[in-house]
């Protein structure tokens, strides 16, 4: 079974800065993929970006960019810029090709302080 | 277009009651999911289903059912509620995404299940 690893419960980002957010996971699949999601609380689910396994391209959206590094098994979300509106727990979670099953990590909850 | 809507938002039970919690989409996805959410635990897999008329299990299946009986709904039955069950409860859906692979999974509200 995937397991997903944040191993940081709480982090906090002064506004402007730049924060990086880390997650580890464990596979032994080779056709899967990566998100990092946002919860606000508000408790909405918020897509913040996805990276495809087999891409070595690091995803960007915006202000947000990912560092995959597939052979240590890390995707760690780079929040540059950093806003009051990021203040939220994030999550990173896997998909697996195989069963279509998306695994989350516990969560990290990030403050920004003004 | 409403995306994915739960209803009902809020419920309080006794132990022993049963309940129904819906989830319906308006964009055609093929795919919908059921998780919770606990503090400290993430959101875990309850159960999901890949088409109408398909269920599956995941995670944490025991003390739940579901149903897809028409593609734009899922239902999420509780036969005999514990306190173990509060939680925040999530549904998703997605499309079936080229070559397999997801497409994002966009999520309801919530429903906030209190069991005394």
């Known amino acids: 079974a995937q397991t997903v690893t944040q191993s940081q419960p709480e982090m906090s980002v002064q506004e402007a800065e730049t924060v990086t957010l880390s997650c580890t996971y464990d596979?032994?699949?080779?056709?899967?993929?990566l998100f990092w999601y946002k919860q606000p609380p508000s408790r909405q689910m918020i897509l913040v970006i996805r990276?495809?396994?087999?891409?070595?391209q690091n995803a960007t959206e915006n202000r947000f960019s990912v560092n995959f590094q597939k052979a240590a098994k890390s995707f760690s979300l780079k929040i540059s810029d950093s806003q009051l509106g990021d203040a939220a727990m994030y999550f990173c979670?896997?998909?697996?090709?195989?069963?279509?099953?998306?695994?989350f990590g516990k969560g990290i909850t990030l403050s920004v302080r003004p | 277009n409403a995306g994915v809507t739960q209803t009902p938002k809020f419920r309080v039970l006794k132990t022993g009651q049963s309940m129904t919690l819906l989830c319906a989409q308006d964009?055609?996805?093929?795919?919908m999911y059921w998780y919770r959410q606990d503090p400290g635990m993430g959101l875990r897999l309850i159960h999901y289903?890949?088409?109408?008329?398909?269920?599956a299990k995941g995670e944490v299946p025991d003390g739940y059912n579901v149903s897809r009986l028409k593609k734009q709904n899922f239902l999420l039955g509780l036969e005999s509620a514990a306190p173990s069950q509060t939680s925040v409860y999530f549904c998703?859906?997605?499309?079936?995404?080229?070559?397999?692979?997801?497409?994002?999974?966009?999520f309801g509200p919530g429903t906030r299940l209190t069991v005394l």
């Open positions: 596979t032994s699949e080779s056709d899967y993929y």
């Open positions: 289903s890949v088409g109408e008329g398909t269920t």
């Open positions: 979670a896997y998909y697996s090709g195989a069963n279509s099953k998306l695994t």
């Open positions: 990276q495809e396994a087999y891409k070595q």
């Open positions: 964009m055609n996805h093929e795919y």
């Open positions: 998703a859906s997605s499309y079936r995404g080229l070559a397999g692979g997801p497409d994002t999974q966009y």
